[in-house]
């Protein structure tokens, strides 16, 4: 039964395009609208319960409400939510994330990933005083302007991954690559000598689904992005605090010149966190001549569901994340080897996704040549099944800590008879 989200639907949509604050909630012939949550589960308005995937599209690495996060929410908005000035946590979680990700000597609290790619790249046109930068096709860094040029995600989803209202003349500064291409990469930087400010990467892709780096790629842009002049942005808003405490740059052994962090680092709050070399860094205003600022940034509330997160996290270690993970995997690659529908089970760590598509995906070109049809088809009738995948062939599934071996197993059952069903 469905009725509430239905009509809670109608509703909205006269209000709010499309019904939702964020295209990528939108799915047919409606979304389901969630009354609350708790571990691996969510439940609708109507009262149906599902094992959440979709987990806000990554930052609840804990699951819903854990009780370490509540309650340091709790205890801060006791003390109360904002000030607008300078707090301790900021400063014990600035140390934090610098123990973890060396790169980051320095960091600055934001609000959001958008925020925080949007200043990465101020950043690195102020210090290196060049106007373009260079991206990879596929990759979503957020929905400023810069960086909608073929983007992943929702844009990808609904058909706009160059978004209209974007200036030719921004765009026209963003230079496109091939991820996993280096050869892409190289001829770009070469074509535009001494004009290139910044290369931006996922340095695992989690906005077209889960793509890997192949052997080398991500060592291979940090060399050609050293013999050019150029910062290396690494966008870890994903896989930062998951594929590692120190995020992919520690598990892929690799180091940037700046990088972004969000999701996982508020805890389910609101949250951006770019950082960089003391010497980088020391260009950001009140230091230096790159401007930013924010009314809630280093918000007390987030930092302390970030800490309260990260601090369990520790406690936890990754490996009981991994170990599921490779559950989901292996164990979608078993159910589904008979089926005649090309597939292609995707991820790392714990993230994953099942490509509809018969060639292995090392790139956005070859994530589009899923049929995503039917990956709609698959979704719409999980949910019936209790399952909630992320509402889309181009996003990343996500596990937390909260997700039982036992839901994995279900979960793994219902999606392979689900895919049977569908593609018959
Ligand atoms: C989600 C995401 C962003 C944007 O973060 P918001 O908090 O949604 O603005 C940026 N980069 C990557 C890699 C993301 O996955």
């Not at 599921?324 to 979608?332: E, N, Q």
Request: aromatic share 8%; with cysteine; hydrophobic share 40%.
């Amino acid at each position: 039964m469905n009725g509430r989200s239905e009509s809670l639907y109608q509703r909205a949509r006269k209000v709010m395009p499309g019904g939702v604050s964020s295209p990528v909630r939108a799915y047919q012939p409606y979304p389901r609208y969630i009354s609350s949550a708790k571990g691996d589960r969510i439940t609708d308005v109507d009262g149906n319960e599902y094992i959440d995937y979709c987990m806000a599209f990554g930052p609840l690495i804990l699951g819903h409400a854990h009780p370490a996060v509540v309650s340091a929410l709790q205890a801060q908005a006791e003390r109360g939510t904002l000030y607008g000035a300078p707090i301790e946590a900021e400063a014990q979680f600035a140390e934090e994330i610098s123990r973890e990700y060396r790169s980051m000597e320095m960091v600055r609290f934001v609000s959001s990933g958008t925020e925080a790619t949007m200043h990465a790249l101020r950043l690195a046109r102020g210090h290196t005083g060049r106007k373009k930068v260079l991206k990879f096709e596929g990759c979503f860094h957020g929905a400023h302007d810069a960086v909608l040029v073929k983007a992943g995600s929702g844009a990808t989803t609904h058909g706009a991954p160059n978004s209209s209202g974007v200036l030719e003349e921004v765009a026209s500064n963003t230079l496109l690559a091939t991820y996993n291409d280096l050869g892409s990469v190289e001829s770009a930087l070469r074509a535009h000598r001494g004009e290139v400010a910044a290369v931006i990467v996922e340095p695992v892709m989690g906005n077209v689904g889960p793509v890997l780096p192949a052997e080398g790629f991500l060592q291979g842009l940090r060399d050609l992005t050293t013999a050019h002049g150029t910062l290396l942005i690494f966008d870890e808003v994903i896989t930062g605090f998951r594929l590692s405490m120190g995020g992919a740059q520690r598990r892929y052994g690799v180091a940037p010149d700046i990088t972004t962090l969000g999701k996982i680092a508020g805890g389910g709050m609101p949250i951006g966190v770019f950082g960089a070399s003391e010497d980088i860094m020391s260009k950001i205003s009140p230091l230096g001549k790159v401007y930013q600022a924010g009314t809630f940034s280093g918000n007390p509330m987030s930092l302390a569901a970030g800490m309260a997160t990260v601090k369990e996290l520790r406690g936890q270690g990754h490996e009981g994340l991994e170990r599921k993970g490779d559950l989901m995997r292996r164990g979608l690659e078993e159910a589904l080897w008979d089926l005649k529908v090309p597939h292609k089970v995707a991820g790392i760590g714990s993230m994953f996704q099942l490509f509809l598509s018969s060639s292995p995906v090392r790139n956005y070109r070859e994530a589009l040549s899923s049929d995503s049809a039917m990956f709609d088809r698959l979704f719409r009738r999980l949910l019936d099944d209790g399952i909630y995948l992320a509402p889309s062939q181009f996003e990343t599934n996500f596990l937390s800590t909260a997700h039982t071996d036992e839901d994995i197993r279900r979960t793994v059952d219902c999606l392979a008879a689900c895919l049977r069903e569908v593609s018959r």
